[in-house]
């Protein structure tokens, strides 16, 4: 995203960072923002008590989070901590980076 194209929460996000630090976001920052907000939504799914079991029990749901930037869906189950098997796939057009595949499986096949 650029923050002269954002629209919706990507557009919100960028304009509180900036009135917070004075400076747009980058790479980082969202990542970091990322992180926080999957912790977040799990954390929101194991409750009020939270402890370690319940985050656990939470993230291992099967539950879908996805970010407000279009990243690939997280997941969790018993036997996959892996997260995400997908990636987005960026090419720089014009001198910006450009969305030319999302969600694009680099888990094998079985």
């Known amino acids: 995203f650029y923050p002269d194209t954002a629209t919706g929460k990507v557009k919100e996000f960028i304009e509180a960072y900036r009135k917070m630090f004075g400076v747009d976001p980058n790479l980082q920052s969202t990542s970091g923002y990322d992180g926080a907000m999957a912790f977040a ?51 720089i057009k014009n001198g910006r980076w450009t969305t030319i595949a999302r969600n694009q499986s680099y888990k094998a096949e079985k």
């Open 41 to 91: 939504f799990y954390a929101g799914l194991a409750g009020k008590n939270l402890t370690t079991e319940s985050l656990i029990a939470a993230m291992e749901s099967g539950k879908v989070f996805e970010d407000i930037f279009g990243g690939a869906p997280v997941s969790f189950s018993k036997d996959n901590h892996l997260g995400v098997s997908a990636a987005t796939i960026g090419q």
